[in-house]
């Protein structure tokens, strides 16, 4: 009975001793971590300098991702409701009329339901990502093209 015990107690030590050591290692502390919430754009206004309105109808938030190949360029397009879009990758040139903007990744800029035609042109080396919400209502389309 004595060996049985001993055998048993032997597959125990290193075991044992592992988690003994475990306890040693530093350990995170989740009390000293905090929720942060960090504003990336807000405004009531588009890129435009334009004012966006709400529309009438049942409403419909929609959030897309948006993959732009290199050298790609959309076609003239407007957009009936407002839209929020964070560049996660790339280098756009953003093209309304004569006014010409950038933007690469970590940039973000609003697009008015009342800002006029334009288009969007990726100007980088690898594809461009971006992430666009849309305040929109259901049946309404995110883009027409002219």
Do not use: W
């Not at 960090?38 to 966006?52: D, E, W």
């Not at 042109?121 to 971006?130: E, F």
């Amino acid at each position: 009975m004595k060996i049985e015990y001993l055998m048993k107690l032997k597959k125990f030590i290193p075991f044992f001793c592992l988690f003994v050591g475990t306890l040693a290692l530093p350990q995170p502390s989740f009390a000293e971590e905090k929720i942060e919430v960090i504003t990336i754009i807000q405004s009531s206004k588009g890129l435009s300098g334009k004012n966006f309105n709400y529309l009438e109808g049942k409403p419909e938030l929609r959030l897309l991702k948006v993959k732009i190949p290199v050298g790609l360029k959309t076609p003239i397009h407007n957009h009936p409701s407002p839209m929020l879009i964070h560049v996660t990758r790339g280098r756009l040139k953003h093209v309304r009329g004569e006014e010409i903007n950038f933007f690469k990744a970590g940039d973000a800029f609003i697009e008015s339901n009342n800002g006029g035609s334009h288009y969007v042109k990726n100007v980088g080396k690898k594809p461009a990502i971006l992430h666009v919400g849309v305040v929109s209502v259901v049946g309404m389309p995110t883009a027409i093209n002219e």
